[in-house]
């Protein structure tokens, strides 16, 4: 059974960074895409930034400039860089994989709390 296990959460100040990283439970094969999702309290889940095997990458408006996405193929692992974080920032951030014969999301990590303080 495939697990993604989520670390780097935590609390910071506004105008800070945080680097969030996940590895998968597998490496047999490579997820087409692998990437991060937040749902803030009250709201529902929205993408942040997704990220294909070939390198392509997806950034959500109001993180484009601010946030990095990038993975490791070989070792199923995503990163996501957060910098010049804001209050609106806070949520739980889930780490989230498709399948290697989709680019569906199929996986998902169980979060990691990120809030940020003005």
């Known amino acids: 059974q495939v697990q993604l296990v989520e670390s780097g959460g935590g609390l910071v100040q506004a105008g800070g960074s945080l680097r969030l990283s996940c590895a998968a439970s597998i490496t047999s094969f490579s997820f087409n895409v692998m990437g991060w999702y937040r749902q803030a309290p009250g709201k529902q889940r929205e993408l942040v930034a997704t990220?294909?095997?070939?390198?392509?990458?997806n950034y959500a408006d109001s993180v484009k400039g601010r946030f990095t996405i990038s993975r490791v193929n070989a070792l199923n692992t995503v990163d996501l860089q957060m910098d010049s974080l804001k209050p609106e920032d806070t949520a739980v951030y889930y780490c989230?994989?498709?399948?290697?014969?989709?680019?569906?999301?199929?996986?998902w990590g169980k979060g990691t709390l990120v809030t940020v303080s003005s």
């Open positions: 989230a994989a498709s399948t290697w014969y989709s680019n569906a999301i199929f996986y």
């Open positions: 990220v294909t095997t070939g390198g392509t990458t």
